[in-house]
């Protein structure tokens, strides 16, 4: 492939014998970075051919896409605006920067972006789709239902364009035919839950509680992992007197999201509907650590301490609640009741005098229904104490959208709850976990490094963090002297500099000239095992990148194996060798070969947690799931403690 080469002065590498990149290299090292989740390094890159060739689009929008996973979203407008400019009839472009418009809530811009993109690709469904959300943001409600009936007329069997519609139809009020456009969307796509959840909302604000359960059990089943869907089932069974329902949906919903509000709340009150008091003091102790002025949950505990004879602590409850509210009656009555049960008969009088002076404007409070469900207020409605004792419900909250985004999680979600853990590699940096103590060794690398006179300490790193601005520079820094050594260094000692640098060369993705390094060591020494090993590495990330890009990528893969393979024959007894083999293996769907190497990476150290993790994953991968569930133990003993939410995902 031809390319043009360019002479390039970095601005933190000193000598121009070392100065001379190329464009597209550039570009394609920092794509790699980029899609490696190193933003900072890759912005150097792309700074780097921008400095180089200003008057080319690609480094700009690569640039502004990395700003845009760094939540920059200013920076990336800007470089997607000079993208734009340098190059108009790119759509990635627009798309790009209308996403970070949004973002920035921008919306009559971005919908402009959005135009102007369709202009040149008229045919791009996820365009239209987003130009409406844009439209419904901006409450341009009828110019989204116009472009609603285009995209129904080009795409007639598109289900969300039915969903679009219905939210349109219920900001204007209209219910009736908001459900009529829902149907429509579950006739074509009857597997998306927010639809039946949007649905089971319209039957809520009806009343309609049986219709509202049955649409959630569907949502349920779609998208188990919603508190939201939990809780509004809750409330719909709760509604036809199905107690023990409503309480395992509550349950449910603060399994999924321990930290829920509404499920606490409204637990402690169905607790202490059915007499679990104890326990629904609990569920209103949390909603005190969150909000330590919410009176309404205050007031419930209070009456629970009293119920449950713990009268001290209902009076303090009490009093912080008649402090701000001095005409709360029936706080003043329970804490009269309290004092005479403690025999502090004076305070008991003094409160109820003060009720008696009030002339009793309100009937006196007798027992008090402690769960109201006939009635319901908003989260937001805190200022009528009298109300302590109905069920919550969300405030009105404005439609989180999902914008149609090819950029979207594209990097972030590249990990999935059953990922592998990454290979074991050479580094300046070590990882960091505050409850895995492990710290890997290998024979060779502690000589190399007791060898060296000039190079920086080498690590042996699993999960290495995304370097800084301050550390990319630093390693450009560090690969400069050390190509300066590299040309005043005799060839007996040429391999030692060389290693240094691929290793440098690997941090900052530069896998094309680490690979020439290392295969320059391996020929000075063809015993040298951690320069087979970190070729092997650099093999495994390029074949990651191609795949990632559609490209073909087996070959590397290939090769990856052959130089694992050689460094184990010249080193038996180092178990990372096996374990980076088993997850090339993995990434060529051998799963049976990768646990027979996982194994036998266990037998050489019985306190490699990734080994044990990877072979549980392997194991479950290959249908023996006990076995799997035990190694993933093992590994949450030896301090992997995502290995458990594994566990608990296998196990369901």
């Known amino acids: 492939m031809m390319r043009s080469l360019l002479l390039l002065i970095l601005p933190f590498l000193h000598l121009s014998a070392y100065s ?4 597209d290299r550039l570009l394609m090292i920092g794509r790699s970075a980029l899609y490696y989740e190193d933003y900072v390094l890759s912005i150097q890159y792309f700074n780097q051919a921008i400095s180089a060739k200003p008057y080319l689009y690609e480094p700009w929008f690569f640039r502004g896409l990395a700003k845009y996973y760094l939540e920059d979203f200013l920076g990336a407008e800007t470089d997607c605006t000079k993208a734009i400019e340098r190059n108009p009839y790119v759509i990635n472009n627009y798309e790009l920067r209308a996403i970070v418009r949004i973002k920035r809530s921008n919306f009559l811009g971005a919908a402009d972006d959005y135009s102007r993109a369709i202009k ?11 130009r409406v959300l844009c439209h419904i943001q901006n409450k341009n409600y009828s110019q989204a239902i116009t472009e609603l009936d285009t995209i129904s007329r080009r795409w007639s069997n598109y289900a969300p364009a039915y969903s679009m519609r219905a939210e349109v139809l219920l900001l204007q009020k209209d219910t009736v035919q908001a459900l009529e456009a829902l149907d429509k969307s579950i ?8 639809v039946w959840a949007a649905k089971s909302n319209i039957y809520l604000s009806r009343g309609q509680w049986k219709s509202a359960e049955e649409a959630l059990d569907k949502a349920i089943h779609l998208k188990p992992k919603q508190s939201g869907y939990y809780i509004n089932r809750a409330l719909a069974r709760l509604k036809q007197n199905n107690l023990r329902g409503a309480m395992a949906d509550y349950d449910t919903a603060l399994d999924v999201d321990p930290n829920n509000y509404l499920g606490h709340y409204n637990r402690g009150l169905l607790r202490a509907q059915v007499g679990d008091d104890n326990r629904a003091i609990t569920d209103f102790d949390f909603v005190l650590t969150v909000e330590p002025d919410n009176y309404m949950a205050l007031f419930n505990r209070a009456l629970l301490l009293e119920t449950t004879g713990d009268l001290k602590k209902a009076i303090a409850d009490l009093s912080k609640i008649i402090e701000q509210y001095p005409n709360f009656w029936a706080g003043l009555e329970h804490r009269a009741a309290c004092y005479r049960k403690l025999g502090m008969t004076k305070k008991a009088e003094q409160d109820e005098f003060r009720v008696y002076k009030a002339q009793l404007y309100k009937h006196l409070y007798g027992i008090q229904p402690r769960l109201n469900k006939e009635q319901l207020r908003k989260r937001s409605d805190d200022d009528d104490l009298d109300k302590y004792n109905q069920i ?8 989180v959208h999902e914008y149609k985004n090819e950029y979207r999680g594209k990097v972030q979600n590249r990990r999935v709850d059953m990922e592998f853990k990454p290979m074991y590699a050479m580094s300046y940096q070590h990882s960091h976990n505050e409850v895995k103590r492990y710290v890997p060794f290998s024979s060779e690398i502690d000589a190399i490094n007791n060898q060296s006179l000039f190079g920086k300490k080498i690590y042996i790193s ?4 995304a370097l800084t601005e301050k550390e990319s520079k630093e390693y ?5 002297l050390l190509s300066e050594l590299a040309g005043r260094t005799d060839a007996s000692k040429l391999a030692g500099v060389l290693f240094q640098r691929a290793i440098a060369y690997t941090v900052t993705q530069n896998l094309d000239e680490a690979k020439d390094d290392l295969t320059a060591c391996i020929k000075a020494d063809s015993t040298m095992v951690a320069a087979y090993w970190q070729r092997a590495i650099c093999h495994a990330k390029q074949a990651d990148f191609l795949k990632s890009q559609g490209k073909e ?9 052959k130089d694992l393979s050689a460094a184990i024959r010249l080193d038996q007894q180092n178990p990372y060798l096996y374990y980076n083999r088993a997850n090339v293996y993995v990434m060529l769907n051998d799963i049976a070969h990768a646990v027979e190497d996982y194994s036998r990476a266990i037998v050489l150290d019985k306190n490699m947690a990734e080994a044990y993790y990877n072979r549980g994953i392997a194991r479950i991968r290959l249908s023996y799931k006990t076995q799997g569930i035990q190694d993933l133990s093992k590994a949450g003993e030896l301090g992997l403690y995502e290995a458990y939410s594994i566990i608990k995902q296998a196990g369901k």
């Open 476 to 480: 450009f820094d560090y690969i400069a």
């Open 20 to 23: 001379q990149y190329n464009t």
């Open 187 to 194: 006739a074509i796509d009857e597997y998306d839950g927010v």
């Open 392 to 399: 919550v419900i969300a405030d009105e909250q404005e439609e």
């Open 553 to 561: 990528y087996q070959l590397m893969l290939t090769s990856a194996v």
């Open 462 to 465: 699993c999960d290495v963090p």
């Open 120 to 130: 040149y690709a008229p045919d791009n469904q996820n365009l239209w789709h987003n």
